[in-house]
């Protein structure tokens, strides 16, 4: 990642623009702590190996073309620790969806609201968007914790909406519109 384009948060905190080299370090990111992501990530089982994650990015990449999609890779220092997008854009509407995953050793610190809160601005302020949304497991403490630091307002719980892992899991949604950030 020495001269990846990087868009700095903090001092050792950065957004980075994903390219194929990095699925290598990102399989290594996700298999080094599993049963943390496991838990409400549904993709955990399938990345036995750097494939998956650089069939992931190519995707990605293809969305960012189209205007549906935008990764960023979440660094401290010059390590991975993390991803974070904006999915299901909808140009027409001006709005978008948030997801984000961190690893386990970088929880508790901060990190994932600084970087929420600096891809709300990319969104609102460089994208033209009005509305983000957050989808979190009704489980997912630090998830849902994330949304409300940054201002996000809690809509509802869909329950049973996704299945993971042969599991109905319930999602609490949130929202946040352009007027509301600061």
Known sequence: ??????????????L???????AQELFEVVDSDREHLRRF????????SFEPQEHYI??????????TDRLFIIA????????IDLHFIDAANKKAEL??????SQTNKGIMTKVVKKVCAIG?????LNK????????????????IKNGFSFVGTDKAEVIMYNEFRDLNKYSLLKADFN
């Open 58 to 67: 190519k995707m990605k990449l293809e969305g960012y073309v189209k205007g």
């Open 124 to 128: 609102f302020e460089d994208m033209g």
């Open 41 to 48: 990530l549904d993709f955990v089982d399938s990345s036995t």
């Open 16 to 22: 980075v623009q994903p390219t194929l080299e990095m």
């Open 1 to 14: 990642m020495k001269h990846s384009f990087c868009l700095e948060i903090d001092e050792s905190l950065s």
């Open 99 to 104: 997801g984000y995953w961190l690893h386990s």
């Open 132 to 147: 983000l949304s957050i989808r979190a497991d009704t489980e997912n403490k630090a998830s849902n914790a994330v949304a």
């Open 76 to 83: 401290f220092g010059q390590k991975i620790i993390g991803c």
